[in-house]
């Protein structure tokens, strides 16, 4: 897959998951349907962003969120209703190894099991399939991507309507 290396980046509909990059230069990575782009700034700095190119910021969007959703932590962000962009963090957006996955390309969430010959895992893990095809692994539950992944598509679902 190709790879390009860049300061800034503009989320769009071909964006499929937004990733922390153990890097000092690239802070995070952008997997897109075709190519995986390498970002200067951290990955709330590129959501952020997105937010205030779909006319609000990303605390208004969450309030908005809230308000209409009751949902308080882990909140999904619509970045573009008219695009069906949303986007929803896999952990506190303030940690560094948040990662943001896109709704709109996600196909389905499976439980990574744990072999008998391996270490015990301090945390589970989960493998994320793309409807392009692609595969990505996180640290996270299959509980909790799927439930974000609902949150998702009800907000928007709800703002579509409104």
Known sequence: MKEIYVEEYEIGYQTLALLPNNDLTYL??????DKVVYI???CIKVIEAACLNGGSSFNGRR???FFHTGFQKRVPVPLSISKR????P???PSLHGCA?????HLRKISEIEQQKS??????PMSRVHFSTGQEIELTVSKHVLVKQMTRASHCMNLFARL
């Open 63 to 65: 309030e908005a969120v």
């Open 85 to 88: 962009i949303c986007a929803f």
């Open 100 to 104: 943001w996955l896109f709704s709109q």
């Open 40 to 42: 200067s700034t951290p």
């Open 28 to 33: 995070a990575k952008a997997i897109e349907t």
């Open 90 to 92: 896999t952990e506190s």
């Open 118 to 123: 391996e270490k015990p895992r301090r945390k």
